[in-house]
């Protein structure tokens, strides 16, 4: 045993309770809970720092990566499935564009668009892919039969799954099952819709849970065997941006997905659940769309580190134009990346064992177990989705997700937030596409392409002159703020600083927005609007803040002001509009 061994040795223990002190000390006096508790979405209190106390009863720590209840993944390694998607629709050009991909790097193919008349045109799509898994995205049941038949008389070496709603026709899923040899995966429970239509990670768990409870229910019912029944289902998951939130809800799901088969009594080796992700398209974004490749980025990590089977990273610009070579191969080698360069394949659970994590993930699998008893209290997923109950509740989170945006509380940067407003979209832009799936930026990207399409009738861009006065800190801090939210709606911007109000007025703009402290405004407003009256120029002026004296400042003429408490779109709108601007 070396020095090194006993390195720790050397530092004396830590109480919780010194820490604690520690921390009051350093609060003075100011309230810990407002302070350094934080309330997600999800309404779960997190601590400021987790420690070994926190996980000591937790259930699940000492099995190994691929052993129940899962908890640390269903491999074990860390290894997992590039999967690329292919739109072509005929069978020889998505053949082809498939081979390429898996040429490239891909390990996976999902179809999204192939048509499948018949089994010779199945053939045709499957050529030379016998050790690839494949995915066919939108299913019917006649494909399933297809499918069914094709593998019974060939068996692959890899698998095949298909995104047939497992939900809608129980007597058919019960049948397909029994029919469906192993390897095959004909059935999917859809988790990314939940998040996309505006799920909290408790409420995505808790209705895939449900989803997956019902469905076992169902084809046991139908004399279905519920170990082969968990076989023949996958689970898609969006990952977004709250980075840990989705390795803790990917790990949590599969905690209770265990716990859930092991309730109806199926085999545990058979209670891995299989889980497919994809990068959140709610937080993509038209405007600096390379930033979609680092939001993706940090989405396909935790996939990976949560322990997807599979992750698709989906194109920088696939939501606003069909993504083309660069885009697919740039969405691809980022996976690649993390794989051979990062070696993010070489460990299982890398996360295993973090306090923080490990008390993440058993806090969302028992909010999201809550969640699932909740439904079935309605009597089951598919009666609370028919009475509207499923749908409330996302709405409700959908509301308050998207008013997150429009505050700037939820950032997206180059869209709501750090906007380059001389950035142009319009000529780029597939409406149709643009319009496929809810995404969080499309509000403030309707004010971006209402100013472009201004421009482009041979009008001139809004310019918003900056006026900075006075104090240094402020009108830097002033004038810095203004720009970024002009920048939001496209319009042009240019900061200059001055001595006097005659020289605001003489200043060129479409709008002026005083910058300065608080207690210089009413030094320089009054003087600026005589002036301008003087000029015969009709300008608005803005302030840049919410000062004591806003009612005196718009007595004396002032239009508006902006602060962190404006609503952007709102004020925005409104300028576009006294500007000319029309929608």
């Known amino acids: 045993m070396t020095a090194a061994d006993h390195l720790l040795d050397e530092f004396p223990a830590v109480s919780t309770a010194e820490w604690e002190a520690a921390i009051a000390r350093d609060l003075k006096g100011a309230d810990y809970e407002k302070r350094l ?89 499957l050529a030379n892919l016998d050790e690839i898994p494949v995915r066919f995205e939108y299913a019917d049941e006649r494909l399933i039969g297809l499918l ?45 819709a939940f998040e996309e239509a505006g799920a909290t990670c408790v409420e995505e768990v808790g209705f895939t849970l449900a989803a997956g409870v019902d469905f076992l229910s169902a084809v046991e019912e139908r004399g279905a065997d519920v170990g082969r029944a968990a076989t023949a289902l996958e689970f898609s998951f969006a990952t977004g941006s709250n980075y840990f939130f989705q ?65 698709t990273v989906a ?67 598919r009666k609370a989705q028919a009475a509207g109950a499923i749908a409330q509740v996302l709405e409700r989170s959908m509301a308050a997700r998207e008013n997150a945006v429009v505050l700037r509380r939820r950032v997206m940067v180059g869209t709501n937030q750090f906007a380059n407003g001389a950035e142009q979209a319009l000529s780029i832009v597939d409406r149709a596409r643009m319009s496929e799936t809810k995404r969080g930026a499309r509000i403030y990207e309707e004010l971006r392409l209402r100013t472009e399409r201004h421009t482009a009738s041979g009008e001139r861009t809004p310019r918003v002159l900056l006026a900075e006065f006075g104090d240094v800190k402020m009108r830097a801090a002033r004038s810095h703020f203004a720009a970024n939210f002009f ?72 239009a508006d002001f902006v602060h962190v408490r404006s609503n952007p779109v709102e004020m925005l709108t409104k300028w576009q509009e006294r500007l000319g601007i029309k929608a």
């Open 315 to 381: 194109p920088f610009d696939d939501c606003y134009a069909d993504a083309g070579d660069a885009s697919r191969r740039l969405a691809r080698n980022t996976q690649l990346l993390l794989k051979h360069e990062a070696g993010m394949e070489r460990v299982a659970d890398a996360g295993g064992g973090a306090y923080a994590l490990e008390a993440l993930t058993d806090a969302l699998a028992g909010e999201g177990w809550k969640r699932m008893q909740q439904i079935e209290a309605q009597g089951g997923f």
């Open 148 to 192: 069914i038949e094709k593998m019974r008389k060939q068996p692959r070496a890899a698998g095949i799954s298909t995104g047939c709603d497992a939900l809608p026709s129980i007597p058919f899923a019960a049948d397909a099952i029994t029919a469906a040899p192993d390897g095959f995966v004909p059935f999917t429970i859809d988790g990314a």
């Open 37 to 125: 508790i934080w309330h997600s979405e999800d309404g779960l209190a997190l601590k400021p720092y987790y420690r070994a106390e926190d996980i000591k009863d937790l259930v699940g720590l000492d099995a190994a990566p691929g052993e129940f209840p899962f908890r640390r993944g269903a491999r074990t390694t860390g290894d997992w499935r590039i999967r690329e998607e292919v739109d072509a629709a005929d069978a020889e050009g998505a053949n082809r564009a498939a081979r390429e991909a898996v040429a490239a790097g891909a390990e996976e193919i999902a179809f999204r668009a192939v048509r499948v008349e018949g089994a010779a045109e199945l053939e045709r799509i």
């Open 247 to 311: 390795i803790a809800k990917l790990r949590a799901f599969r905690m209770a997905w265990a716990r859930v088969l092991e309730s109806f009594g199926g085999e545990r080796e058979r209670a891995n659940a299989r889980i497919a992700a994809r990068t959140s398209r709610w937080n993509k974004t038209v405007y600096d769309p390379h930033v979609n490749v680092l939001r993706a980025t940090t989405e396909a990590m935790a996939a990976v580190l949560g322990g997807a089977d599979s992750v």
């Open 487 to 558: 920048a939001c709606a496209g319009f042009e911007t240019v900061t200059r600083r001055f001595r006097k109000a005659a020289e605001i007025a003489a200043a060129e703009g479409d709008l002026i927005v005083l910058c300065g402290a608080d207690t210089d405004y009413a030094a320089v407003a009054a003087p600026l609007m005589a002036k301008l009256r003087d000029l015969g120029r009709t300008t608005p002026v803005i302030v840049a803040g919410n000062p004591e004296g806003a009612q005196k400042l718009a007595a004396a003429g002032v």
